[in-house]
């Protein structure tokens, strides 16, 4: 009778874990001293089982959806003229967050906002791509086990834990089904994985994985592909475990080059954009301070000396120019489409009303590698980066032209649009993506939604907030605590600072003060309002020989914030001594951070990534 008992208990628990009401017992992460009695016969002996993990008490689901290459005035939600109505009602139940800020690039932004550390202290000052990375602790690109995920505290705290889409910090030489997995998706907190591992891919052929190995593509967009297998996993969760929270990182591709999408997408917005870039920043701007993202004082910063007034164009150019931006809008309001269906989704199972959704709108700022001309396909883009001559401004729009047809097609690989709607979509910040020194680089949209939470709803939060202030805000929502330890492993001090505080207070003031930012060369330091910059001349990305001027390491600029909002305004000269302050305080960052040795664009160019691309050109 007692081996009955003891196999029907034995029996019962493995079922429990087998239906998902546990993620995993405490004894196996964080062991207990065992509070049995082990006697020599079960007779003489008592059983004793660990508390098996759970999440705190209605503790709510959480979403985490963060976009690429979004502008600050690109969406609806924010004023811009693509529209965006998943987002926009996500908003207007939620918050707008308008000094939210990433690290101007995809992989520090992501290894920054999954470990809520200073995207340098966990490794990845620039790529996890062998040709931009480097053998020091701030840029070999290797996530540390002692930056816990949120998906591995999440987990460790009973959560099922789900990423679809780019992940983009897992190391080139470990990307193969070969692995090792250490930093893979599943090897950081993540039960499965459906999506790519680096920082770009065809969204109709992508470099697709599955959980542990790469997988074929079904020939559909990969937005929706990875939309169906966020939906497949929460119902099977929710079938097995009601009752057991779920996390989902939900990361697509777009808005990232290629931009590619079905025709009745961009056809949406056929003639939206013919009047052209400047036009549009003036109606952006307006929007933005009727709708409050912006102060209503704010000046739109002057049009880039690079780029061509609208007016000035050939019809021609126009017309190419306007395609560009129809399909990027269309992928856009595809993009939104596609996360509809996954928050209805979460409506009809009864799930929406306890989750915790945090929309970042962007990695960074607006893409400027689409050049001055735009982008369409692989020839054209290996042309201006690494062909023996430049193609002239002439001969890259002749060959745009020729093939306008294809943008936005399944053989526009390289579709992107060129720089003057890119700084449209920054509205009303200057530069681009890439250029940490500038708003226009750092500067994205933020949206948190949480029924169950939030009682402003459609309220306007303008605390000063970073990338790395996602995760401990998460935390303190969910009512969980940052661990000392994963897996045994001690843990270093998360870095952000939860914006729990500003939730219910609109008028809370800014506890995030200090953060520095640093993208190969281009860097700034901000405190209380003050931020002092150190653009960085990047031809290589724009392909315009106008922005390859000498690098000058004195050429810092100074702007007030809270009375220049745009960063029109260069305080340099009147306040050096501010100034100074600013620039030490950017070195002490660095060195706190391990963000030393300051690493370029040109050292990237010369010594890593054109030796290495021709290198491969070579072998072929």
């Known amino acids: 009778m007692q081996l009955f008992t003891k196999g029907f208990h034995v029996l019962t628990s493995l079922a429990v874990i087998a239906g998902g009401e546990v993620s995993q017992l405490q004894a196996q992460n964080n062991p207990q001293p065992y509070q049995g009695v082990i006697g020599r016969t079960l007779a003489h002996s008592k059983e004793w089982w660990p508390e098996p993990v759970k999440a705190p008490a209605g ?3 959480v979403v985490w959806i963060l976009l690429d290459d979004v502008g600050f005035g690109a969406s609806s939600s924010f004023g811009g003229i693509i529209n965006t109505p998943t987002l926009d009602s996500l908003a207007n139940n939620g918050l707008r967050y308008t000094n939210f800020h990433t690290c101007a690039i995809c992989a520090p932004t992501r290894a920054a906002l999954l470990t809520g550390r200073n995207s340098s202290s966990v490794h990845e000052s620039g790529f996890s791509h062998l040709s931009m990375s480097a053998g020091f602790p701030g840029w070999d690109g290797r996530t540390p086990a002692t930056a816990g995920t949120i998906a591995e505290i999440l987990r460790e705290n009973g959560y099922n834990t789900f990423a679809v889409g780019k992940y983009g910090v897992t190391p080139d030489e470990e990307a193969t089904d070969a692995g090792p997995f250490d930093h893979w998706p599943t090897g950081k907190g993540f039960d499965h994985f459906f999506g790519f591992l680096g920082s770009q ?10 959980d542990q190995a790469h997988v074929k593509p079904d020939g559909r967009h990969l937005s929706e592909q990875i939309t169906d297998k966020a939906i497949s996993y929460i119902d099977r969760q929710k079938k097995a475990a009601p009752n057991k929270p779920f996390f989902l990182y939900y990361a697509p591709g777009a808005t990232h080059s290629p931009h590619q999408v079905a ?16 036009v549009f920043r003036e109606e952006v701007i307006a929007r933005q301070k009727k709708l409050g993202v912006i102060p209503s004082g704010a000046v739109l910063h002057d049009r880039d000396p690079i780029i061509k007034a609208w007016n000035t164009l050939s019809p021609d150019e126009k017309r190419l120019y306007a395609r560009f931006m129809e399909v990027y809008a269309g992928y856009f309001t595809y993009t939104d489409y ?9 409506k009809e199972i009864n799930q929406l009303d306890n989750t915790l959704v945090f929309v970042l709108i962007g990695d960074n700022g607006a893409s400027k590698e689409g050049s001055l001309n735009g982008l369409i396909d692989k020839s054209m883009f290996s042309e201006r980066a690494f062909g023996t001559k430049q193609l002239s401004e002439v001969e890259s729009i002749n060959y745009n032209l020729s093939k306008i047809d294809e943008i936005g097609t399944p053989s526009s690989t390289e579709g992107n649009y060129p720089l003057g709607w890119a700084e449209a979509a920054n509205t009303p910040f200057k530069l681009w993506k890439e250029d940490a020194s500038s708003e226009g680089g750092t500067h994205n949209p933020l949206i948190v939604f949480y029924p169950k939470g939030i009682k402003d709803k459609g309220g306007i939060r303008n605390q000063y907030s970073h990338v790395i202030d996602i995760l401990p805000t998460t935390l303190d929502l969910t009512g969980i605590k940052a661990p000392v330890q994963i897996k045994g492993i001690n843990q270093d001090t998360i870095q952000g600072i939860s914006l729990a505080y500003s939730v219910n207070d609109a008028n ?6 200090i953060q520095y930012y640093y993208i190969f060369g281009s860097r700034s330091i901000y405190k209380d309002g003050w931020k002092a910059e150190l653009p960085y001349p990047n031809s290589f990305i724009t392909g315009n020989a106008k922005s390859n001027v000498p690098f000058n390491e004195n050429a810092w600029e100074l702007y007030n914030m809270n009375e220049d909002y745009t960063e029109r305004i260069d305080l340099a000269g009147k306040y050096p001594e501010k100034l100074e302050e600013l620039k030490s305080l ?11 040795p300051l690493i370029t664009w040109d050292d990237i160019l010369t010594q890593k990534f054109i030796p290495f691309f021709k290198s491969l050109s070579n072998h072929k």
Not at 201 to 210: G, N
Not at 508 to 513: E, G, L, M, Q
């Open 59 to 61: 503790a709510p689901n």
């Open 201 to 210: 891919t065809d969204q109709y052929k992508p470099d697709l994985v599955e």
């Open 263 to 278: 025709k009745k997408w961009s056809d949406l917005y056929k003639g939206k954009f013919d009047k052209g870039w400047d």
């Open 338 to 346: 596609q996360i509809s269906r996954v928050i209805n989704h979460l």
């Open 508 to 513: 809370a003031a800014s506890r995030h003060t």
């Open 586 to 596: 950017f070195e002490t960052q660095a060195k706190e951070h391990q963000l030393y």
